[in-house]
């Protein structure tokens, strides 16, 4: 069984950076697909951005697009989420997830496991 844990949540002013990790353990890291997702009270869990095995396909939702930067160091066995000039609505609890398919898709169905989340509050 993969498990995921996430770390690097906090509050930052809007306009700040901010750094996510994601580790997983049960699985080579090196086939396992990552995925982003956040979610915040009374919305449905939203699409943030993935990554394929060896990074080879990546996937952003429009929201982040150009501020975000998902990557992978699989000799870590970690997937960093870099995000940049944050806003007032990034607000949410992120989640990492792990696929054993080798794709960067925003299907939340093909994401087997999940890690608890971390908070990330934007606000001045």
């Known amino acids: 069984q993969v498990q995921v844990v996430e770390s690097g949540g906090g509050l930052v002013q809007p306009g700040d950076s901010l750094r996510l990790s994601c580790t997983a353990s049960?699985?080579?890291?090196?086939?396992?697909?990552i995925g982003w997702f956040r979610q915040t009270p009374g919305k449905e869990r939203e699409f943030v951005a993935a990554i394929s095995w060896r990074g080879a396909a990546i996937k952003y939702s429009d929201s982040v697009k150009g501020r975000f930067t998902i990557s992978r160091d699989n000799a870590k066995n970690t997937a960093y989420l870099q995000m940049n000039s944050l806003k007032r609505e990034d607000t949410a609890i992120y989640y990492c997830?792990?696929?054993?398919?080798?794709?960067?898709?925003?299907?939340?169905?093909?994401?087997?496991?999940w890690g608890q989340g971390t908070q990330v509050t934007v606000s001045s």
């Open positions: 997830a792990a696929s054993t398919r080798n794709l960067a898709t925003s299907n939340e169905t093909l994401f087997a496991s």
């Open positions: 049960g699985r080579t890291f090196s086939s396992l697909g």
